[in-house]
C-alpha cells in the first residue's frame, strides 16, 4: 500500500516563497514520474510541475521561471519550492506519484495542501 504526506502549505503574502514537500511509502516501484497538481475552487485540477525517472521536468506555463520541482530519491520525497507567489497560484496543492507497467499505469495522490498568496 503506498502512501503520500504533504506538507508545506500555509498563507503567504505576494512575492513571497514556500517550500511544499512530499513523503511516499509503501510498495514504492516502477515510478513513471512524481509531479504536484493544484485546484482552485470552480476550476478543474491541473498540472503544476512534474519530474520523470529520469529526471525530466516540465512545468506549466504559468509557473515557469517561479517554482522549481525537485526529489530525493533516497527519500522517496519530491519537492516543489515556489517563488514570487502570486494571488492566483492559491489553490489546494496534491502531490502525484504515477506508477506504471507498460502502458498501464495508476496514479497515486496525496491528501492536498493548502497555498494562498494574499496580501
Known amino acids: 500500500q503506498v502512501q503520500l504526506v504533504e506538507s508545506g502549505g500555509g498563507l503567504v503574502q505576494p512575492g513571497g516563497s514556500l517550500r511544499l514537500s512530499c513523503a511516499a511509502s509503501?510498495?514504492?516501484?516502477?515510478?513513471?514520474?512524481m509531479g504536484w497538481y493544484r485546484q482552485a475552487p470552480g476550476k478543474e485540477r491541473e498540472l503544476v510541475a512534474a519530474i520523470t525517472s529520469r529526471g525530466t521536468t516540465n512545468y506549466a506555463d504559468s509557473v515557469k521561471g517561479r517554482f522549481t520541482i525537485s526529489r530525493d530519491n533516497a527519500k522517496n520525497t519530491v519537492y516543489l519550492q515556489m517563488n514570487s507567489l502570486k494571488p492566483e497560484d492559491t489553490a489546494v496543492y496534491y502531490c502525484?506519484?504515477?506508477?506504471?507497467?507498460?502502458?498501464?499505469?495508476?496514479?497515486?495522490w496525496g491528501q492536498g495542501t493548502q497555498v494562498t498568496v494574499s496580501s
Open positions: 509503501g510498495s514504492i516501484f516502477n515510478i513513471n514520474a
Open positions: 502525484n506519484v504515477r506508477m506504471g507497467w507498460g502502458v498501464a499505469f495508476y496514479d497515486y
